[in-house]
């Protein structure tokens, strides 16, 4: 039986990944969150505020069973989403706490496996080198991942465990309650543009909606962590993992306003933070309409990201052939990932 801790295990990785392991007869599960999750077969939750060092020593003191952790915990800066990566020292020392307690409590620990993303390429910058590899040079700092990562593999020297870091793009889950998910930028967006009658349009930027994009869904991600986790070639080593395909947004929104019965519309540039920031009292009379689960607005959507993976008007390409190389093989059809997890938000009365 291994035991794994999740940090972040309420998050749009987090959960998915707790899903996963607990599907699976060999493991068991410990979520770290803020919020304390309900606890479940082979599955316990602890509330915990990762950036206090003496509440993370006195809480995971008892781990003495650890044996793998998933790290996939996050904490925004203020402001726009590209600035995100600015945002070190909160970053760095909830992953040092974690890690450096659960390293103390535990003599079984195996590995740890990091989730960071593609901005460790300066995807949020600008233009970068495509189809990014693991290999290629960083950006100029600052960027928290570098931050991460290089603690991590000082901290790991000469250890009896591994470290792997995992590198997804732009996070497509079914998690309501959870903001940074495109989706919900999207069927949020979506539902308030049928109410003014309005066709749906694509917000972001006209070069966005026609260049390269890709997403990695977190059922997906969770299937590459756990394997990220268990097999002995990826000790040490890092991997982009997305869907495996790439796509435009001008291709998939035709398909995208057919989920919500509406016509499609073209390019018409707006910030959504701005345009956004009044529409909770609208909001809150479709829940009461529609009967929808009564999810506060701000619960729902992180317009910032909206605005940041809308307004992404150069190519976003990483490869996956390491990956594929070391054994994982799992692709998902981007396209038909949307518009079926889009479909879900209706069904489960999320949105309109």
């Not at 077969?41 to 602890?46: A, H, K, L």
């Not at 470290?163 to 495109?182: D, V, Y």
Request: with cysteine.
């Amino acid at each position: 039986m291994k035991t794994a801790v999740v940090v972040g295990a309420l998050g749009v990785i987090g959960r998915y990944m707790v899903e996963k392991l607990a599907s699976l007869p060999d493991w068991q599960v410990i979520g770290l969150s803020r919020r304390k999750g309900e606890d479940g077969p082979r599955v316990r939750y602890i509330a915990v505020d990762v950036l206090d060092t003496r509440e993370v020593e006195a809480k995971l003191a008892g781990l003495k069973d650890v044996t793998h952790v998933f790290y996939a915990a996050f904490q925004a800066s203020s402001g726009a989403a590209a600035n995100f990566a600015t945002n070190v020292i909160a970053n760095r020392d909830m992953l040092v706490n974690t890690v450096s307690a659960i390293d103390r409590a535990s003599t079984k620990l195996e590995r740890v496996v990091l989730v960071t993303g593609n901005k460790y390429y300066g995807a949020h910058l600008g233009p970068f080198r495509t189809p990014a590899r693991e290999d290629d040079p960083r950006h100029m700092p600052p960027d928290f991942y570098f931050d991460q990562i290089d603690w991590l593999t000082d901290y790991q020297r000469g250890k009896r465990w591994s470290w792997t870091e995992i590198r997804p793009h732009t996070l497509c889950g079914f998690s309501p309650g959870t903001s940074m998910s495109i989706l919900s930028v999207i069927a949020v967006y979506a539902s308030i543009s049928k109410a003014f009658g309005l066709p749906l349009r694509f917000p972001g930027k006209p070069g966005a909606f026609r260049s390269v994009y890709q997403v990695t869904e977190s059922s997906h991600l969770a299937s590459a962590l756990q394997w990220a986790a268990t097999e002995p070639r990826c000790a040490n080593q890092a991997f982009n993992i997305t869907n495996g395909d790439f796509f435009r947004w001008c291709n998939v929104w035709p398909q995208i306003a057919a989920v919500f019965e509406m016509p499609a519309g073209d390019v018409q540039t707006i910030c959504l933070v701005a345009h956004m920031a009044d529409k909770e009292a609208l909001w809150d009379q479709l829940v009461a309409k529609h009967g929808l689960k009564p999810y506060r607005f701000a619960e729902l959507v992180a317009w910032p990201f909206g605005d940041y993976v809308f307004g992404c008007d150069w190519d976003v390409m990483t490869s996956t052939t390491k990956a594929r190389q070391f054994g994982f093989h799992d692709v998902v059809d981007s396209e038909e990932m949307i518009v079926r997890l889009l479909g879900r938000f209706r069904e489960e009365r999320i949105v309109p």
